[in-house]
């Protein structure tokens, strides 16, 4: 069974820092990965998809990479803003059926 | 369009009593996911859809849990004899077909609590 994890599992940033969070998961054999951001009390919001064949994606300031072979990817946040705080997921697919989602890194972004 | 929708958006609900939550993809998503977020907990998987059949629903927590959709379109996750531990938030996706190469967008959730 796919498993997900996610480093760290909370950061507090000052505004305009650039800042990097993790996603590890155990099985490599994916189609692709997705970051998610979840404000409280709110669905998930889709930020990126990488497909295998990515290696990074890149949308504003976020930039996802992808590394199978160690089974990691990097969500990076250029010049953080207040705006950016939220709690962020990845998510991998589970032998291709139904998706499995790390635990998130709730993210602070200080005025 | 539309993106996906859920009703009710917070339900109380006695333990014991029945629920339905609903849940509108977006139009012409064949594939249909409900998952489960209990407070500071991860998103569980419950089922997922692909047209009107539901292959995997080994996500279920319980025989109290059933799910069903109809039209390709509408779901209703029904949760019988409510316990507390049923208190979550309720997320739908859709995607356009199923597997790990599409994309999934999720509705708002339907915050469950059972006192």
């Known amino acids: 069974k796919q498993e997900v994890t996610q480093i760290p599992a909370a950061l507090s940033v000052p505004e305009g820092e650039n800042l990097v969070l993790n996603c590890s998961f155990t099985d490599s054999a994916i189609y692709n990965l997705q970051w998610f951001r979840q404000d409280p009390g709110k669905g998930l919001t889709s930020l990126l998809l990488?497909?295998?064949?990515?290696r990074e994606q890149t949308s504003g300031r976020l930039n996802a990479s992808l590394d199978k072979s160690s089974g990691r990817s990097t969500l990076y946040i250029a010049a953080s803003q207040p705006g950016d705080s939220a709690t962020y997921l990845c998510?991998?697919?589970?032998?291709?059926?139904?998706?499995?989602f790390g635990p998130g890194t709730r993210l602070s972004v200080l005025p | 369009g539309a993106g996906v929708s859920q009703s009710p958006s917070n339900k109380v609900t006695e333990k014991g009593k029945d629920v339905e939550l609903r849940c509108d993809p977006i139009s012409g998503h064949t594939a249909l996911y409900w998952y489960r977020q209990s407070l500071g907990q991860g998103l569980e998987f419950l089922i997922y859809f692909q047209g009107n059949s539901a292959p995997d629903k080994s996500g279920l927590p319980s025989d109290r849990f059933s799910a069903e959709r109809t039209g390709g379109s509408v779901s209703t996750l029904t949760i019988q004899r409510t316990q507390q531990e049923d208190s979550a938030v309720y997320l739908c996706a859709s995607s356009f077909g199923v597997g790990g190469t599409y994309e999934q967008y999720f509705g708002p959730g339907t915050r469950l609590t059972v006192t």
């Open positions: 998510a991998v697919p589970n032998y291709g059926q139904n998706f499995v």
């Open positions: 990488i497909q295998s064949s990515q």
